[in-house]
């Protein structure tokens, strides 16, 4: 004899698959990059993680964009302005955490 809880986990996944399906072939960029498009992440050091190493977030947005066959770049909020005066042009897309994302905002309105 099947629980309801049994019951309600089975007819929760099946909906959950149903309803917003997931596959390995999704990427988290998909739609905004391209191959080739620069990437830039403006990545504070948290110190939340072990030193030496990055967050798992960070990490996995590495991996999808080298999964898009794109460029990733990554700096500080303090190189923020030297990174992009390096780009001969500007990147597709920026990635900011949101401890610095206001920061971030400021600091590329003032580069127009």
Not at 69 to 92: G, R, V
Not at 93 to 106: F, N, T
Request: charged share 25%.
């Amino acid at each position: 004899m099947t629980s309801d809880r049994s019951v309600f986990l089975d007819e929760l996944t099946t909906i959950i698959k149903n309803e917003a399906p997931i596959t390995l072939e999704m990427n988290m960029f998909d739609g905004l990059i391209e191959a080739k498009d620069v990437c830039l992440f403006v990545t504070p050091i948290d110190n939340g993680a072990p030193k030496g190493r990055m967050i798992l977030p960070q990490t996995q947005a590495l991996r999808s964009i080298l999964d898009k066959n794109a460029t990733a770049i990554f700096t500080q909020l303090t190189e923020y302005k030297e990174t992009l005066s390096k780009l001969s042009t500007p990147p597709k897309l920026v990635v900011a955490d949101s401890q610095v994302i206001k920061e971030v905002i400021e600091l590329s309105d003032k580069r127009q």
